[in-house]
């Protein structure tokens, strides 16, 4: 082929040259020419742009970026309304150990149900930081993704306008010298497809830019996105983190504290074992004590009940009472209402044992309070019971509501109230002894509830 002649050029302000004439575009030039040559039988079929697929995926991983955020947010929604159940249900296990006079099998409970859910939350906090790592993998890889699109979207910018410099500072041969140059109709087909393929890469350049500038759009949003969301959710699984530390504080706090009360519970029960076995070498006289016992104490209801009903009748206690009642004192609970593995009780229904109060173990003279404001009915050994007597102190707060407070002291600190006494709630009534049948300085507590013994707990 021959070589192409030179045109003459006229230098522009840039100081490159450019064509004295401007002639048809590359495009439209060459497909005149093949269009002439071939009769109109070539068709030129716009390329798909190079970068579609990164397009797509762009928009794609955004997409799926979204999705994520939305359930990583309702994820931490969901924890931190678990931490804060969590958080509650320790308070109040906490709260349970410091009441006055902690019911230890409900609080043992409590706590393994808060060590469940503790390890729970630990790992539902773990997997949180797990996220948090790999988003951060994810912005790293963004990150490096958006440095390099830009220098490759300016590096093809930079081949496309120089190919368009090439193409209108470079002198080019006419079609008609085209044509006529050719040695043969080959010839004219070679260069002719050789102009038309070098336009077709340049359009195509230029479609990859517009699709690398969108990908690079679609890339800005989805690391800013990561980027925030990042940082959202480090802040919250640092949040999850602290919370779940003072969790486990609180737990062992709380395991801790069960230990000491159950330890000092036990060390109650082992004197009162002790005392038991001594009562319980003899079976026959202490089944007949028993029996005697609950007897005594059945002459001294039937005694309380006549003395409730004429004091419902002169006016000085309500018919029902509306109110609830508090502890008499603070101590240990050594046996707690209901079916008991303590052989001294009496049965009752299907328990072979049962206790109708709570006993509550304190040091000697510790100060017995009123449960609550009523009129005191009975204070004293109980007359129908076998020495030793107990002494009792016992409280009309209703027609329907009574409070009886045994083994107090009688020397040297004997009841301070006496019958027909009006008390109010807290209000000193007797001290810790131990007359009666016992085995330590307790108190044993019971609520009688519309002439029945009811769980005194159901009335705090």
């Known amino acids: 082929m021959t070589t192409p002649l030179m045109r003459r050029r006229t230098p522009d302000q840039r100081g490159w040259s450019r064509p004295a004439r401007p002639g048809p575009g590359r495009g439209v030039l060459l497909l005149l020419v ?20 990164d397009l797509s995926d762009a928009i794609a991983r ?3 970026l979204a999705t994520r955020i939305a359930k990583q947010k309702a994820q931490v929604a969901t924890l931190t309304r678990q931490q804060k159940a ?3 249900t320790l308070a109040s ?28 939350a630990q790992a539902d906090v773990e997997a949180l930081d797990t996220q948090v790592a790999k988003l951060d993998t994810e912005l ?46 080959t010839d004219v087909l070679a260069e002719v497809s050789y102009q038309l393929d070098f336009a077709q890469q340049d359009r195509e350049l230029a479609e990859q830019i517009v699709a690398d500038q969108k990908v690079l759009a679609v890339l800005h949003q989805t690391v800013e996105a990561t980027r925030a969301q990042t940082v959202e959710l480090r802040t919250a699984a640092d949040d999850q983190q602290a919370q779940f530390q003072a969790q486990l504080v609180s737990l062992a706090d709380s395991k801790a504290r069960l230990a000491a009360l159950e330890k000092e519970t036990e060390r109650l029960l082992a004197l009162q074992r002790a005392s038991y076995e001594q009562m319980n070498k003899d079976k026959a006289k202490l089944a007949a004590a028993i029996a005697a016992s609950e007897k005594a104490e059945a002459e001294l209801q039937k005694k309380i009940d006549k003395l409730v009903a004429e004091r419902a009748r002169g006016g000085s206690i309500p018919s029902i009472y509306n109110g609830t009642v508090e502890w008499p004192l603070a101590g240990r609970i050594t046996q707690e209402f209901g079916c008991t593995g303590f052989a001294w009780e ?44 107990a002494w009792i102190v016992i409280i009309a707060h209703a027609e329907n509501l009574v409070t009886w407070y045994a083994h107090v002291d009688n020397n040297p600190k004997p009841p301070v109230v006496r019958a027909g006494d009006r008390v109010v709630a807290g209000q000193v009534i007797a001290f810790v002894g131990v007359t009666g049948r016992t085995t330590g300085p307790h108190v044993d507590w019971r609520v009688e509830f519309n002439k029945t013994f009811k769980n005194p707990r159901l009335f705090l």
């Open 34 to 53: 093949l269009t002439t040559l071939l009769g109109g039988a070539f068709v030129s079929v716009p390329a798909r742009p190079v970068s579609a697929d």
């Open 62 to 64: 955004q997409k799926a």
């Open 86 to 88: 969590l958080s509650a």
């Open 93 to 120: 296990t906490r709260n349970s150990l410091n009441q006055v006079n902690t019911d230890l099998t409900s609080v043992r409970g409590q706590i393994v149900q808060a060590t469940v859910a503790v390890a729970a």
């Open 140 to 185: 790293t890889d963004l990150e490096a993704r958006e440095v390099v699109k830009p220098q490759e979207l300016a590096a093809r910018k930079a081949l496309l306008a120089d190919r368009i410099r090439q193409a209108y500072d470079t002198d080019r041969t006419s079609l008609l010298e085209t044509i006529l140059s050719g040695d043969t109709f």
């Open 346 to 389: 009496p049965p009752l229904g299907n328990c072979r044992n049962f206790h109708r109060g709570i006993d509550i173990a304190a040091p000697m003279y510790t100060p017995v309070r009123a449960a609550a404001p009523g009129v005191v009915l009975f204070a004293g050994p109980n007359p129908y019971d076998r020495s030793p007597k």
